[in-house]
């Protein structure tokens, strides 16, 4: 993990109080940052580590008003399960694997198969052959990683030269959270949803990271509860 830091750290930003300065000078809005203790009551089984990672990412991306902050991480805990799942596992039963992926899997003795081949043929099956997994076992190599779960190599390359970081050949890259937290605004900030934020439009928002209002109750309640922590109104 210690090499895969120094990899990534030629296109990490590190957090200084000159970004703020910065923030404050672009937004129409006063700039807002969790506190360390919100931070730990919207998630509670991270700590300095992880809230060091995600204050430059908020700046960054200009996620910096109080609405946007609870939009926004309260996206990436559903999709992270709190940031404690950082990476896709495909530990499915038959049953689970056919209901969530009916498209690819047609059928339980299909789902039944491929549970006993593993996790890696599971992902083959399910990420292979589109978005720019082409080569044999590209469903695996690029599988969900990171608060979005980034998934696919096209999205693994965009987000890498956005980044300046070589997500493309080295996607484990994106399980580490302070590289994970840069990914996730790139992301947030390139699919509009900090106007979205602004408007309250969650829909839209799930709709951008998601495609779909998969999980959308989960996403709701927690976006209530972040913004009851950062004092907003629900």
């Not at 730990?40 to 060091?52: D, I, V």
């Not at 978005?131 to 890498?160: E, I, K, S, V």
């Amino acid at each position: 993990e210690a090499s895969l830091r120094r990899r990534a750290s030629r296109g990490f930003r590190t957090f200084r109080g000159a970004d703020l300065a910065n923030a404050e000078s672009k937004s129409d809005r006063a700039f807002y940052a969790p506190s360390y203790e919100q931070w730990r009551a919207m998630f509670p089984q991270t700590g300095m580590l992880e809230y060091r990672a995600f204050l430059p990412a908020l700046v960054q991306f200009e996620i910096w008003t109080a609405d946007r902050v609870a939009a926004a991480l309260a996206q990436w805990s559903h999709e992270s399960r709190g940031l404690q799942a950082l990476e896709e596992s495909f530990a499915y039963t038959p049953e689970r694997l056919l209901a969530v992926f009916p498209v690819r899997v047609k059928s339980l003795a299909e789902a039944e198969r491929l549970v006993k081949r593993g996790p890696e043929a599971i992902a083959n099956v399910i990420y292979g052959g589109r978005f720019g997994n082409r080569a044999a076992g590209d469903g695996w190599r690029y599988r969900g990683r990171g608060p979005t779960q980034l998934t696919f190599y096209d999205n693994y390359a965009l987000a890498g030269a956005a980044l300046n970081m070589p997500l493309a050949t080295q996607p484990d890259l994106v399980k580490l959270i302070e590289v994970g937290a840069q990914v996730a605004g790139y992301f947030w900030a390139a699919g509009g949803c900090n106007a979205f934020a602004d408007q309250g439009n969650f829909d839209a928002i799930t709709y951008r990271i998601n495609g779909g209002l998969n999980g959308q109750s989960d996403r709701v309640a927690i976006w209530k509860r972040f913004r009851g922590i950062l004092g907003l109104p629900n």
